[in-house]
């Protein structure tokens, strides 16, 4: 399989893991408030974001840095170091997740007798969480091995599985430990998390042994070479993780700065206590996950985007690697760019069909441009990870939340209401895009500007067609006339995309979707 191919084919197995992993973690989320209610999923979520933040130490940078270091090698064709970097990284993180959960075994009472945990009945739950810290750090080394390899199927089938195992065990044993109180209730769901992970890891496990055998043949094939020093390695492998796994903890930072300075700001501006609420309501629960929906490819993209640029580094070959960056930022622009203006042309009716109210149209419209600074993000990011300059994306991303900050204080006020807020959260990742298309400019990465006004372009027009067809039907039936002009919409891009030679049949041959249903055809 071609280069090019296994890195358009990753990104589309993972987009379609991202988007089933969301689902499900939907249905979950409606049982447990169900079964829960507020004070029981308050519990929960009072104990999961310090799981998730010690992930993200442990874990979030180290599939980027084996990614990386795997796809090196594999370029080179040095097998022998192919297999050192696995045996080192899966003992260094073996290590680490044992640190960390004897860490959150001894910090769980002092979080709760500090007051750093508000309710002491969350001690529970943050001791349920313990072992899947462990687990889910040994599994990051699989993936990340196997995301070297540009294959993506390992990783996203242990995603589903792991979600629907946890979810699974999370609403049983919520169900089970309700009668003996919330706190038991609450653990149980949070004890989802060990299974999950645990399940992951056995799939991987069983996706390695399936591919060792394979590995072990080509490995025969070629002479001994020198193993790299298991010191040497592990070096390597913290110089480009901790960078990624800082960034990681960056991002609940960001959302932090909504929760603490909205509201405050909402109140200042003369807003009621009720009303400043439901105004970040509106933001931070109807419209970010939209925006965040919306990127799941982009995502997907970055991730498969960080091992095919890393293997053309080692290979030096300069025109591969801006063939693929081209290809990733036209993706990312042909799917971001009709998401935002979508998003903001319709953010009424989107609001109406999918909450049952017109109230958060100010909030979801304005923050339609997320969508597409969001993913310019994600996908410049995983540019500069393929090239080994994992710090430049942490830093930009420090420099965004300071323009986030700065801008949630000059414009959420009483002119501009949940829009400034909306809009400082465009600025901070538009910042930080900004900053990582302008080094990659610096290391001479050439991007196809005309290509990407004209998909701009075929998006403004789309968004009026939209919004015009709306309005002629929306007399008739608003919810028929919604999913009409989202459709009509739909049908409008796809044409102006050949119309405005956006893109060419030989492009639409690339994509593996098209690829596939053209060898059944021809069968």
Not at 213 to 234: F, M, N
Request: glycine content about 8%; some cysteine.
């Amino acid at each position: 399989m071609k280069s090019s191919d296994k890195f358009l084919r990753g990104a589309m197995i993972l987009t379609i893991a991202g988007l089933l992993v969301k689902v499900i973690g939907s249905v979950n989320r409606i049982l447990l408030s169900r079964l829960l209610g507020g004070e029981g999923i308050g519990l929960y979520q009072m104990a999961y974001p310090v799981y998730l933040l010690l992930l993200s130490i442990s874990a979030a940078g180290i599939p980027v840095a084996i990614s990386i270091i795997v796809a090196e090698y594999l370029a080179q064709r040095d097998y022998a170091n192919v297999r050192q970097v696995f045996r080192v990284s899966l003992r260094l993180m073996a290590v680490v997740g044992l640190v960390l959960a004897a860490a959150l075994v001894m910090a769980a009472g002092w979080l709760v007798e500090n007051g750093v945990i508000k309710d002491a009945r969350a001690y529970y739950a943050l001791l349920a969480l313990t072992p899947a810290i462990f687990f889910a750090t040994i599994l990051a080394s699989f993936r990340g091995y196997f995301q070297g390899h540009q294959l993506m199927t390992p990783p996203a089938v242990s995603q589903i599985v792991e979600q629907f195992i946890r979810v699974v065990t999370m609403v049983v044993l919520a169900y089970v430990l309700l009668p003996y109180g919330l706190e038991f209730a609450a653990a149980g769901a949070a004890f989802g998390a060990v299974p999950g992970s645990l399940t992951g890891l056995v799939v991987l496990g069983g996706f390695y042994r399936y591919y060792k055998k394979q590995w072990s043949d080509e490995e025969c094939a070629l002479p001994g070479v020198q193993l790299t020093p298991a010191c040497r390695l592990i070096k390597r492998l913290l110089l480009l993780a901790l960078p990624v796994s800082c960034a990681n903890v960056i991002v609940p930072v960001t959302s932090s700065i909504d929760v603490l300075l909205v509201p405050k700001y909402l109140l200042a501006a003369g807003f009621s206590v009720k009303e400043a609420t439901t105004q970040f309501g509106y933001l931070a629960g109807m419209a970010q996950p939209l925006f965040l929906m919306a990127t799941i490819p982009t995502m997907s993209l970055a991730t498969s985007l960080v091992p095919a640029v890393s293997e053309a580094m080692a290979l030096k070959r300069w025109p591969l690697i801006e063939e693929k960056l081209a290809t990733a930022m036209k993706l990312c622009c042909l799917i971001t760019v009709p998401a935002a203006v979508g998003m903001s042309a319709l953010a009424g009716p989107i609001s109406r069909l999918l909450y049952g109210t017109g109230e958060a149209a100010a909030a979801i419209m304005h923050s339609g441009p997320a969508i597409w600074f969001l993913g310019l993000q994600q996908v410049t990011t995983g540019m500069l990870q393929g090239m080994g300059h994992t710090n430049l994306p942490m830093l930009h991303m420090l420099a965004g939340i300071v323009a986030k900050l700065i801008a949630v204080c000059q414009l959420t006020n009483a002119e501009y209401g949940i829009a400034g807020a909306a809009w400082a959260t465009n600025i901070n990742f538009g910042v930080t895009a900004a900053l990582n298309i302008l080094a990659l400019q610096y290391f001479k990465i050439k991007f196809h500007w005309l290509s990407i006004c004209k998909i701009i372009l075929a998006a403004l027009i789309m968004g009026a067609a939209a919004q015009a067809l709306h309005g002629l039907l929306a007399g008739f039936n608003y919810t028929l006339a919604t999913l009409a002009a989202l459709s009509g919409a739909g049908v409008v891009y796809a044409a102006l995309l050949p119309l405005l030679r956006i893109i060419s049949v030989a492009e639409l041959k690339q994509l593996p979707l098209v690829k596939k249903l053209a060898q059944k055809l021809r069968k």
